[in-house]
């Protein structure tokens, strides 16, 4: 079956920095996404990764473990803006036409 | 930029009702897909569509059913609504290919009363 764990909520303080957390079992692997979701609002695409390794785009950095089958987002410099929901998803491999199994998705509240 | 645009924002509607959520986009991509989104369960995929007239159960299709008759337009009915259906539905567009995002419209809410 499908599993992708992330952690509930986090609270950190603006300019901090916090790590979040996925890991998943799924019986394929074609890539993870990170989207952010704010409330009310689309999910936006954040980051990719396929191989192992870090990938960063300015304060958004997202890696990946597919032996370990995890990965995480590290969200630096935070801004009050940053507080929104953040979703792992993972796309499987087979035959998925892109399809993906999502997380249930982590509450970030920054705080001034 | 990608535009997916779901025809309305809030929707109630009564149990029994036969209901209908439109979804369109205009990047020409293959894949559509329809999710429920729930407190604490994340998104659930119910039906996506690779192609037009082409559709592929998700992971919760049951009380539901889909519609593609064009390339741009994929639609979600509810055939006989029931308040277990109360929830948030987005729609999402994509390319088959492995490092292409779903891009996603900004949700319909609806209550079934």
């Known amino acids: 079956g499908q599993n992708i764990d992330q952690p509930t909520e986090m609270t950190a303080t603006e300019g901090a920095i916090v790590q979040i957390n996925c890991t998943y079992q799924?019986?394929?692997?074609?890539?993870l996404f990170w989207y952010q979701q704010h409330a009310g609002e689309a999910p936006t695409f954040l980051s990719y990764?396929?191989?192992?390794g870090l990938e960063e785009k300015g304060r958004f950095s997202s890696f990946l473990s597919r032996s370990k089958g995890y990965s995480y987002l590290l969200l630096k410099e935070l801004q009050m803006k940053d507080s929104a929901s953040y979703l792992c998803?993972?796309?499987?491999?087979?035959?998925?036409?892109?399809?993906?199994?999502f997380g249930a998705g982590t509450q970030v509240v920054v705080t001034p | 930029d990608v535009k997916v645009t779901q025809s309305s924002r809030y929707l109630v509607k009564r149990t029994g009702e036969k209901v209908f959520l439109e979804c369109v986009q205009d990047m020409d991509h293959e894949n559509m897909f329809w999710y429920r989104q729930d407190p604490g369960l994340g998104l659930r995929l119910i039906y996506f569509?690779?192609?037009?007239?082409?559709?592929e159960k998700g992971d919760i299709p049951e009380g539901y059913s889909v519609s593609r008759e064009k390339k741009e337009r994929f639609s979600l009915i509810l055939e006989s609504a029931s308040t277990n259906q109360t929830s948030m539905y987005l729609c999402?567009?994509?390319?088959?290919?492995?490092?292409?995002?779903?891009?996603f419209g900004d949700g319909t809410r609806l209550s079934i009363l």
């Open positions: 998803a993972v796309r499987d491999g087979q035959g998925s036409w892109g399809k993906l199994q």
């Open positions: 569509s690779y192609d037009v007239k082409m559709k």
């Open positions: 799924t019986s394929g692997f074609n890539g």
């Open positions: 990764n396929v191989l192992d």
């Open positions: 999402a567009s994509g390319r088959t290919s492995s490092n292409q995002p779903q891009h």
